[in-house]
């Protein structure tokens, strides 16, 4: 294991900040909105139906497209386009950065996804199939939706950013890895302004609500606000949601120079891999991850306030996370742990980002969000500092914990100091 | 279909195509790129939707012929002459 300077110790040009935020979830559409939900046990879980699959429920997002986008572009893009321009546009709104003089060739797009493509792909089968499947019906459009960099690309292509964009694939673990490649390119100096986060359109596919089904592993419920339930011993799986949160990042140096608001620094993160199954977790590699996102930050267990699990709400996986939480925070009495899916389901590409946002407003209000619809709490979901159902109150929040997992056993950890 | 019908379907494609133009105004002997931002992708939604609703093949060498409406509904009136 490398050992890491202090985060402190570090030049201000290798210190990432977090200077601005822009997030459309099922239950908000700013963070101020959000937050008030996830203060306020406010699910935005809904019932839905979906072309084959029928009937189930979904966290669906209400944002405004035509704020940022014409009628033409969101009917040409896709609806991951649509949400990463939203979450841009308001992130650089929320950061003061003056746009208009901004170098755009010196800001660089990293946009988390699980998947990307099967929602385009979906539609016009289904529509060639209304053509006896006559494959010159298919739509030229379909390349530009398809390839896996359209979310970025369409970010760019509203803001006239000419710096490099991309997206990372990295299944239900990609908000965090957003963030750190938007991190790791400041440091070496790619961009000057890192628009990084994460993105989901999931709900517009049936095949993910299908294939959770098939996998026993998508959650039911008669009241849709009570669907997502981790930790709960009588949840039943995942809730699909779509959403997204894209921050701006930039050096700490270049924050100070224009007095920016921040708020806060990424002090730690890590990424590995389990390396033992396509789907269920292996809590060593987790609690792994975690320690190395500790070590990076030079930071003890015991001085994290708060830690944002993954959970989703099944079986298996919950009692796996729990037992990796457990193994690092323990023995820490004052770290507190809740889960944001519960509010709003499972965001995919866009959870690690979005899920951290929720817990970056306790720098503010120095309060602890809980995780919602435990009723009864399964005993191997026990771990001590679980805050549920209500929110609790701390003294000072300095530092957030915020864990992101992933099928093909990808995980991922970031850390987050106040300023 | 007759011309004042060929018209009329092109109008409904293109007001899905270009959601946001206002289309009321449109001069029919002045070209389409003149009057609304279309871009080449617009133009092979024009063929694709005629595709799709009327089964009109445009074949590329054509596609000049769609330039404004008044070239587009004489190109078209042959072909859409047995369309109901």
């Known amino acids: ?419 | 279909m007759v011309p004042a019908e060929i018209r009329t379907a092109i109008i409904d494609i293109l007001a899905d195509i270009a959601p946001d133009e206002d289309l009321s105004n449109l001069n029919d002997d002045q070209s389409f790129r003149d009057q609304m931002e279309l871009d080449s992708m617009d133009f092979l939604d024009i063929v694709m939707e005629l595709r799709k609703r009327y089964r009109v093949q445009v074949p590329e060498e054509d596609y000049v012929q769609l330039e404004s409406m008044a070239s587009t509904v004489t190109y078209l009136t042959p072909k859409m002459v047995a369309v109901a």
């Not at chain 1, 979906?50 to 014409?70: L, N, W």
């Not at chain 1, 390349?143 to 990372?168: D, K, Q």
């Not at chain 1, 190395?292 to 996986?317: K, P, Q, W, Y």
């Not at chain 1, 009864?376 to 805050?387: F, K, N, R, S, T």
């Open chain 1, 1 to 419: 294991m490398p050992q890491f300077p202090k985060p402190e110790d570090l030049p201000d040009d290798q210190r990432i900040v977090i200077t601005g935020l822009g997030l459309t979830a099922p239950n908000g559409n700013s963070l101020k909105e959000f937050r008030d939900s996830l203060l306020n046990g406010r699910s935005g879980i809904q019932d839905y139906e979906i072309r084959y699959f029928g009937k189930t429920v979904a966290g669906i997002c209400d944002f405004e497209v035509k704020r940022h986008q014409s009628r033409r572009d969101a009917r040409r893009g896709t609806r991951a386009g649509s949400v990463g321009i939203y979450c841009a546009r308001e992130a650089v709104a929320n950061s003061g950065l003056d746009w208009d003089n901004i170098d755009t060739s010196r800001v660089g797009i990293y946009v988390g996804i699980t998947e990307h493509g099967n929602v385009e792909t979906e539609s016009e089968i289904y529509e060639i199939s209304k053509f006896d499947y006559d494959t010159s019906v298919w739509t030229h459009h379909h390349n530009p939706r398809t390839v896996a960099n359209n979310p970025a690309g369409e970010i760019a292509l509203n803001m006239s950013i000419t710096g490099p964009h991309y997206t990372i694939g990295a299944a239900c673990a990609a908000g965090n890895a957003g963030l750190i490649q938007g991190l790791q390119m400041l440091r070496l100096k790619e961009c000057d302004i890192a628009i990084a986060g994460g993105v989901s359109e999931s709900i517009h596919t049936f095949g993910i609500f299908a294939g959770f089904n098939s996998q026993g592993a998508l959650a039911s419920h008669e009241d849709p606000t009570k669907a997502s339930r981790p930790f709960d011993v009588n949840r039943n799986g995942i809730v699909v949601a779509e959403g997204g949160c894209l921050y701006t990042l930039e050096r700490l140096s270049d924050a100070k120079a224009r007095s920016a608001n921040i708020i806060g620094e990424i002090v730690g993160y890590a990424m590995n891999t389990d390396a033992t199954d396509f789907v269920l977790p292996n809590p060593t590699r987790q609690a792994q991850c975690i320690r190395m996102a500790l070590d990076r930050a030079c930071i003890n267990a015991e001085d994290i306030d708060i830690v944002s699990t993954h959970a989703t709400g099944t079986g298996m996986g919950d009692v796996l996370e729990c037992e990796a939480v457990r193994d690092v925070f323990g023995e820490c009495n004052n770290t507190f742990i809740n889960n944001t899916k519960s509010f709003i389901g499972h965001t995919m590409g866009a959870a690690g980002a979005i899920e951290l946002a929720g817990n970056l407003a306790s720098f503010d209000d120095n309060t602890v969000h809980p995780s919602i619809n435990v009723d009864e709490l399964d005993p191997q979901c026990a771990i001590d500092g679980l805050v549920i159902n209500e929110a609790r109150e701390l003294d000072r929040v300095n530092y957030v914990f915020n864990n992101s997992f992933g099928m093909l056993g990808i995980n991922s950890a970031v850390v987050i100091k106040r300023m």
